[in-house]
């Protein structure tokens, strides 16, 4: 995959109950960057990421460069972003090989080549086959993050993804970023130290009554 999307923040800022939680973020990555977000609990990661992702209202600009000339922002979102976030959206009564061809159907109709082979990427992941109900936390987070791998998106916006993950399960996701930047795509990550990417841009958000 080539991913050549770049994506700018400019002057953002998000409220939550009636205050900003986050408050003038500007940053501007390119293909192939990654952009980790640090911070106390409720220091606005998450409202950043669930911005970014379309989830929650903001002021300022976000703006995405790939070339398509103006069009809606939804669409561009669509076009660009897998959102991991702390629930993984996973149907416990589906097995973890159809939720990865819904997934990818979903995403990409018509268009099964686009990216691995859910076969492949459940193994990319370290996991068998099975039932979701069946699986523990680490093995559901193995899954949501073997939906990124079967539809291409430029932009992977990750809220703690490691939380769940054994130390294996972390390599794992390290490399799958490490790739995927060598791809020019793109990494937006909350993490609290746990996370080892390396050559990140670091943003520290704040507490909102401690800024
Ligand atoms: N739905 C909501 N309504 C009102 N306030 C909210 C809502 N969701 C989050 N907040 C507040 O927004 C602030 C930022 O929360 P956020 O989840 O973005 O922080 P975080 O840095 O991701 O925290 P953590 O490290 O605990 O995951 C917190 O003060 C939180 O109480």
Not at 110 to 130: R, Y
Request: with cysteine; charged share 15%; net charge negative.
């Amino acid at each position: 995959m080539n991913h050549t999307v770049t994506l700018s923040l400019d002057n953002v800022s998000v409220a939550r109950g009636g205050m900003d939680v986050v408050a003038g973020v500007s940053v501007g990555l390119e293909p192939g960057d990654a952009l980790m977000l640090t911070g106390p609990n409720g220091s606005g990661k998450t409202s950043l990421l669930r911005a970014i992702a379309g989830f929650a209202r903001f002021s300022g600009t976000i703006a995405f460069g790939d070339g398509a000339g103006p069009r809606d922002r939804q669409d561009a979102i669509a076009a660009h972003i897998h959102y991991l976030g702390h629930e993984t959206g996973l149907n416990r009564r589906a097995d973890g090989l159809t939720s990865l061809f819904f997934w990818r159907d979903l995403l990409n109709p018509g268009e099964s080549d686009a990216g691995l082979t859910p076969d492949t990427a459940l193994q990319a992941v370290g996991l068998l086959n099975g039932p979701v109900w069946k699986m523990s936390a680490g093995q559901q987070q193995r899954l949501a993050i073997a939906r990124l791998l079967v539809a291409p998106r430029a932009i992977w916006l990750l809220d703690e993804p490691v939380t769940a993950l054994d130390a294996a399960g972390r390599d794992m996701l390290v490399g799958l970023c490490v790739n995927h930047r060598a791809g020019g795509g793109m990494i937006i990550s909350s993490s609290h130290g746990l996370f080892p990417i390396e050559n990140v841009i670091a943003l520290s958000l704040q507490q909102a009554d401690a800024a």
